[in-house]
Nanobody, 119 residues
């Protein structure tokens, strides 16, 4: 049983920045990666960024160069979002899971935090 809680969403102007935070608790022995997804109206759910316990990171093309995922330990992960665009508007979900042979498999999901980028 793993519980995931994310926070930090809000309303921000285009070009602004926001940092999302996530904490995973419970039985996390099987977790070796954490990732951020987002869901926007009219769009398919998208995997935004993944960080593994080994230190590797991976980003969707849509956010490369603007977003940074980081982990301070196996329980805490952050998503620094810079140069935000209106198309970044979505509900963002933190997940805990596993990465194997280049693919991320989310096992546990947070409740979501809403990010709105608008002038």
């Amino acid at each position: 049983q793993v519980q995931v809680v994310e926070s930090g969403g809000g309303l921000v102007q285009p070009g602004g920045s926001l940092r999302l935070s996530c904490v995973a608790s419970g039985s996390i022995t099987s977790i070796n990666a954490m990732g951020w997804y987002r869901q926007a109206p009219g769009k398919q759910r998208e995997l935004v960024a993944v960080a593994t316990s080994a230190g590797s990171t991976n980003y969707a093309d849509s956010v490369k160069g603007r977003f940074t995922i980081s982990r301070d330990n196996a329980k805490n992960v952050y998503l620094q979002m810079n140069s935000l665009k209106p198309e970044d508007t979505a509900v963002y979900y933190c997940t805990a899971g596993r990465k194997y042979r280049g693919t991320y498999y989310p096992d546990d999901w947070g409740q979501g935090t809403r990010v709105t980028v608008s002038s």
